[in-house]
C-alpha cells in the first residue's frame, strides 16, 4: 500500500495570506496525485489532478506541483471560502488518501 | 451537469445489512467508472472499490472482498453498495463518486449517507 503523509495537521493563516500544504508519498507515484477540499458536511472537490492539472471551474489561486514521492499545494492569497481540510490522493496503485492538512482562520 | 445523488442516511443493528444507492444524471452513465469511499467521524478517507456500469465488472479492495457487493441498474442509472455484517467499526460516511474523466480521481461525487451502526 502506498501511503501518503501530509503536513502540517493544521495550517493557521490570515485570509489574503499564501498556504503551502505538503503530500508525501512512500514510494514513487509519478505524477498521479490529486487534491481535494472538504468544508464541514461537505462531500470532497476534486481541486487538482496529475499533480499539477486544475478540474473544470477551479480558481486559479489553486496551483499543484512535484513528482515522485513530493507535492505541493499553494493556495495564493486564501479567500475566506477556501478554510478547509485540504486531502491529497494517489492513484498509482489502488487509490489511497493523506490523513488531511486543515487550513483554519488566524 | 453530471450529478450524484444518495439515499438517505441509515440506522442499522450489528450484523445487519445495508444497501446504499447512488443515482445519477446529466452524463453517460455507462461511460465511467463508479467508486464507492467511506469516511468514518473525525477520520480520512478510505477507497473500498468500483464498478463498471457498461460491464458490471467491479474490483474490491481486500478489506472488504466478501463483505461488500456493488451493483448497477441501467434502466435507473443507479449505482449500490450494499455491505453485511455490520460493526460500530462501520459506522461513517459512504460517499458514491464518478471518476474525473478516466482515471481514478473522483468527481463527482455524491453527498454522502450516514450509516450507523449501533445497538
Known amino acids: 500500500e502506498i501511503v501518503l503523509t501530509q503536513s502540517p495537521a493544521t495550517l493557521s493563516l490570515f485570509p489574503g495570506e499564501r498556504a503551502t500544504l505538503s503530500c508525501r508519498a512512500s514510494?514513487?507515484?509519478?505524477?498521479?496525485l490529486a487534491w481535494y477540499q472538504q468544508k464541514p458536511g461537505q462531500a470532497p472537490r476534486l481541486l487538482i489532478y496529475d499533480a499539477s492539472t486544475r478540474a473544470t471551474g477551479i480558481p486559479a489561486r489553486f496551483s499543484g506541483s512535484g513528482s515522485a514521492t513530493d507535492f505541493t499545494l499553494t493556495i495564493s492569497g486564501l479567500q475566506p471560502e477556501d478554510f478547509a481540510v485540504y486531502y491529497c490522493?494517489?492513484?498509482?496503485?489502488?487509490?489511497?488518501f493523506g490523513g488531511g492538512t486543515k487550513v483554519e482562520i488566524k | 451537469q453530471a450529478q450524484v445523488v444518495q439515499s438517505k442516511e441509515e440506522l442499522k443493528e450489528p450484523g445487519a445489512s445495508v444497501k446504499v444507492s447512488c443515482k445519477t444524471s446529466g452524463y453517460d452513465f455507462s461511460g465511467y467508472y463508479i467508486h464507492w469511499l467511506r469516511q468514518a467521524p473525525g477520520q480520512g478517507l478510505e477507497w473500498m472499490g468500483w464498478i463498471n456500469p457498461k460491464s458490471g465488472g467491479t474490483n474490491y479492495a481486500q478489506k472488504f472482498q466478501g463483505r461488500v457487493t456493488m451493483s448497477r441498474d441501467m434502466s435507473t442509472t443507479t449505482a449500490y453498495m450494499e455491505m453485511t455484517s455490520l460493526t460500530s467499526e462501520d459506522t461513517a460516511v459512504y460517499y458514491c463518486a464518478r471518476v474525473y474523466i478516466t482515471a481514478p480521481y473522483f468527481g463527482p461525487w455524491g453527498q454522502g449517507t450516514l450509516v450507523i451502526v449501533s445497538s
Open positions: 490522493q494517489q492513484r498509482s496503485s489502488w487509490p489511497t
Open positions: 514510494q514513487n507515484i509519478n505524477i498521479y
